[in-house]
């Protein structure tokens, strides 16, 4: 097995200093295209690998955010870490993925873990996070940003769509349909986007004079909403709409009523959901919903760590982004309302 190439074999293949190498290989440094263009010649001849742990030691960062899920069933999650981890390696920045459930204490376990990894930032996608944690991270200059979830704690900074607005257009939706016993599925119970959501759905209801007809739990879990609409739909009296908190549940839902208590959706009951994940689209599907501009979240998400990471004494930031209503065939349409 040969040496090691250094970058100081780099440095005299190119003629230039190993601090132009140094700057070449460390992002967002300054340097000419052609200094960068002799560098980058010499490194790929040569075999060269900047070493980036080593880098890190020197440098004090990392350039790895961690980024925390609690789950991956729901089909938003794969798209925003697609779309997290893409808007990150625009500047440089890698990603480090830890899953925990959405109990504080397991949330705040692997948190423990995910910081001796000496990441930069933290990203939380749906996790809470605990204000010993809170302070903790604070004390170590890592800043966190909350995605799809917000705390009432004012140094987190949080990214959401607008969840109670998008409730409420979804009220406003099936009232408009002519529905008059319209049931609601909530999911888990301590997330804000749950909360937030249904606040808004009711809201809407009661601004029509209408309220929940029925109402169950089933935590954004598949399964548990299969079970929570055997159960509500095999009743006497069954709800003629009903808005399930994300698509997943939805989804589980749907098929319950067609496949397994013979219901036709929407003739017999409209489906609602809330995401827009790229299943909802699907003609098996066809889902009507609130889609959540997981884009815009993500960019959004980035720029608000980033700033944090250039200053530390930047103020958190609460964004809540409009999500458009997507009108597809799992709900009857009013009269004047477009697809």
């Known amino acids: 097995m040969g040496e090691k190439v250094t970058a100081l074999d780099v440095a005299e293949r190119a003629g230039v200093s190993r601090s132009a190498v140094s700057r070449v290989f460390t992002p967002g440094a300054s340097v000419s295209e052609r200094t960068a263009k002799k560098v980058r010649s010499a ?7 900047p070493n980036v742990l080593a880098r890190s030691l020197i440098t004090g960062r990392s350039r790895i955010i961690g980024l925390l899920v609690a789950y991956l069933e729901n ?16 500047r440089g920045y890698h990603v480090l993925v830890f899953m925990a459930a959405n109990s504080g204490e397991e949330a705040d376990e692997v948190m423990e873990e995910l910081l001796d990894y000496q990441v930069d930032g933290i990203i939380a996608a749906s996790v809470g996070m605990s204000n010993d944690l809170t302070r903790r991270c604070e004390a170590a200059g890592i800043p966190i940003v909350l995605f799809n979830r917000a705390q009432d704690d004012d140094r987190l900074s949080a990214v959401t769509s607008d969840n109670y607005h998008g409730g409420r257009k979804l009220a406003e939706f099936l009232v408009a349909g002519g529905h008059g016993r319209i049931a609601h599925i909530a999911g888990w119970e301590g997330a804000s986007t749950q909360r937030d959501r249904e606040a808004g759905f009711v809201a809407g209801l009661n601004a029509a004079g209408q309220g929940l007809f029925a109402r169950a739990v089933s935590d954004f879990q598949f399964e548990q909403a299969k079970a929570v609409a055997r159960d509500m739909f095999s009743a006497t009296d069954i709800p003629d709409a009903v808005f399930c908190a994300n698509d997943h549940m939805a989804f589980a839902v749907m098929d319950v009523l067609r496949f397994e208590l013979g219901l036709s959706v929407p003739g017999d009951v409209s489906v609602v959901g809330y995401d827009d994940v790229t299943l909802a689209a699907w003609p098996s599907y066809d889902l009507t919903t609130v889609r959540q501009p997981a884009g815009q979240m993500a960019q959004a998400t980035v ?8 200053d530390p004494d930047t103020k958190p930031r609460r964004v809540a982004l409009d999500g458009p209503l997507i009108i597809r065939g799992s709900a009857r349409i009013p009269k004047g309302w477009t697809s």
């Open 303 to 310: 720029g608000i760590l980033m700033d944090r990471l250039s």
């Open 43 to 49: 490194a790929e001849a040569l075999g060269y690998r």
């Open 75 to 90: 089909q938003f999650y794969p798209e925003a870490i697609e779309r997290l981890s893409h808007e990150l390696q625009k």
